[in-house]
């Protein structure tokens, strides 16, 4: 089954604290991108990659790190956590068609991360 | 800047009747148009995409879009809801060859028995 795994679903952390949040898909897509979604604030896109070691941020990366090490795993990385981070997050994928854009976007189950 | 509007945080329809959900952008060039909906406690699943030719987009679940490049619109329409259409819709658009997609906040859909 086609499929954008994140983990953990539910993280509870402090204020400081490394984390990492995993993501991979199974779709073969060249594009993958971080989202956070906060209530009347709909998505913001916080980092993609176009393919294996290629990053680019979004509207709001301060905070967080990425790495595209193989083309099925995105991972987001908290280096020191802050409350102002506290979010719902998003992984998303989608194939990348010459011509015409990226095509729709594969979006995972979410992680709720609280940062204390 | 670039950005998308759902002037609308809820909309609220009786089963049985049409429902529209309003979606306007100012993205410059000729964007790529969607809509995605978002089940409780789910990510967002694709629901329609416009990209060129006719104006009215035909979606998933019965769901169409209508496209009006001079009001810069989008809207998401159904023709007769149902109770298992109340979701949260997003309207996002992505712009040609910058990889990057943008999301509207979001309109609830309540639709009541």
């Known amino acids: 089954e086609a499929q954008v795994t994140q983990n953990p679903r539910y993280l509870i952390t402090v204020t400081g604290k490394k984390l990492t949040v995993t993501c991979s898909q199974n779709m073969n897509h060249e594009y993958m991108s971080w989202y956070r979604q906060d209530p009347g604030l709909g998505l913001r896109q916080i980092y993609y990659s176009m393919n294996v070691e290629v990053t680019d941020k979004g509207d709001v990366p301060e905070g967080y790190k990425v790495s595209r090490k193989e083309k099925r795993n995105f991972p987001l990385i908290l280096e020191s956590p802050s409350p102002n981070q506290t979010s719902l997050y998003f992984c998303a994928s989608s194939s990348s068609l010459s011509g015409t854009g990226l095509e729709k976007l594969f979006f995972g189950s979410g992680t709720q991360l609280s940062v204390l | 800047a670039q950005s998308v509007a759902q002037p609308e945080d809820q909309v ?102």
């Open chain 2, 12 to 113: 609220n329809v009786a089963e049985g009747n049409p429902l529209t959900v309003k979606c306007t952008y100012s993205v410059s060039g000729n964007p790529y148009l969607f809509w995605y909906v978002q089940y409780p406690n789910r990510g967002l699943q694709f629901l329609l995409k416009y990209i060129t030719g006719d104006n009215l987009v035909k979606g998933s679940y019965g769901f169409e879009a209508e496209f009006n490049k001079s009001q810069t619109s989008f809207h998401l329409k159904k023709p007769s809801a149902l109770v298992s259409d109340s979701a949260l819709y997003f309207c996002a658009v992505e712009k040609y060859n910058f990889n990057k997609f943008y999301f509207g906040s979001g309109t609830k859909l309540n639709v009541k028995p």
